[in-house]
């Protein structure tokens, strides 16, 4: 598991604090599944929920790429880009070490570590803050038909099992993740049928579903946590959670690489 804590800080007078207001921090923790990867940068197709100020030019536009390998665990890149010197100065902070990282360089994330990587720019005036938390792998989970049905479905196996009307649902209660809005605006069921020209019924069975299917995947822990270990037995189920399975479909690319619902409203609404 890989906990990562973005902010911004800039050295600006008032207005410019006024005009271009630095984004809010971003929270999110990622199974440590092989191949998963993400991507800090400026391109809003590949970068979210990892997205930089578009105009922050000393960020690239894939400028730090965290990945997991079954052989290597977490790790971090520096890319190098097409510049032969970067623009931005990269500094890393694994436990109580903190070095300058190369450009191209990839690094270890030591499991049971802490640490934090900053990205500025020459002027040290604007800085991305990245703050990491990389935790012990957990056991392996029981096979299907033991104990709880607690199956440890990957993301991609989720987005298969996830498919037509409740993968419709799910991209439009993640909207607002998906465009990487600073502010998560509650959806209630009866914009939800709006926005998707749903029933009331189907709608709400779906979001049952929904919930159940991220609580057996073990993708969203923190849900887990906050729904409770007997929540499968439990009924009627609990709400809650949302912006939580929101932000877990959206980093483990379950929704977003396909046009959002909301578009079939004239585009996203800021």
């Known amino acids: 598991m890989?906990?990562?804590?973005?902010?911004?800080?800039?050295?600006?007078?008032?207005?410019?604090?006024?005009r271009d207001p630095l984004p809010g921090p971003k929270s999110l923790q990622v199974r440590g599944v092989?191949?998963?990867r993400l991507v800090m940068g400026r391109d809003p197709t590949s970068c979210r929920p990892l997205?930089?100020?578009?105009?922050?030019?000393?960020?690239?536009?894939?400028?730090?790429?965290?990945?997991?390998?079954?052989?290597?665990?977490w790790t971090v890149e520096w890319p190098r880009g097409q510049r032969d010197t970067p623009l931005a100065i990269v500094r890393i902070r694994r436990g109580e070490t903190s070095q300058d990282m190369p450009y191209g360089a990839i690094l270890p994330l030591p499991p049971?570590?802490?640490?934090?990587?900053?990205?500025?720019?020459l002027?040290?005036?604007r800085t991305v803050v990245?703050?990491?938390?990389?935790?012990?792998p957990g056991a392996p989970l029981p096979p299907v038909g033991t104990g709880r049905d607690t199956v440890d479905l990957a993301p991609d196996e989720l987005r298969r099992k996830l498919r037509g009307v409740r993968l419709e649902v799910l991209a439009a209660m993640s909207c607002d993740w998906i465009h990487g809005r600073p502010t998560k605006r509650p959806k209630t069921t009866d914009e939800l049928c709006d926005?998707?020209?749903?029933?009331?019924?189907?709608?709400?069975?779906?979001?049952t579903e929904l919930?159940?299917?991220?609580?057996?995947?073990?993708?969203?822990?923190e849900l887990n946590h906050l729904l409770g270990p007997d929540y499968l037995d439990t009924t009627p189920h609990v709400h809650g959670g949302w912006d939580l399975i929101a932000q877990t479909a959206v980093t483990c690319g379950i929704v977003g690489c396909e046009p959002c619902p909301c578009a079939r409203r004239g585009g996203p609404v800021d």
């Not at 997205?51 to 000393?58: A, S, V």
């Not at 189907?202 to 979001?207: A, D, I, L, P």
């Open 2 to 18: 890989l906990e990562l804590n973005m902010s911004f800080d800039a050295v600006a007078d008032g207005y410019e604090a006024e």
């Open 34 to 36: 092989v191949g998963t």
């Open 51 to 73: 997205l930089t100020p578009h105009d922050w030019l000393f960020v690239s536009r894939k400028h730090l790429i965290f990945e997991y390998s079954e052989t290597r665990g």
């Open 112 to 121: 049971r570590t802490t640490g934090g990587i900053t990205v500025s720019d």
């Open 123 to 125: 002027a040290r005036r």
């Open 130 to 136: 990245l703050g990491w938390r990389a935790m012990h």
């Open 195 to 207: 926005m998707l020209y749903m029933a009331k019924a189907t709608v709400e069975r779906c979001k």
């Open 211 to 221: 919930r159940r299917d991220f609580y057996s995947s073990e993708l969203c822990p």
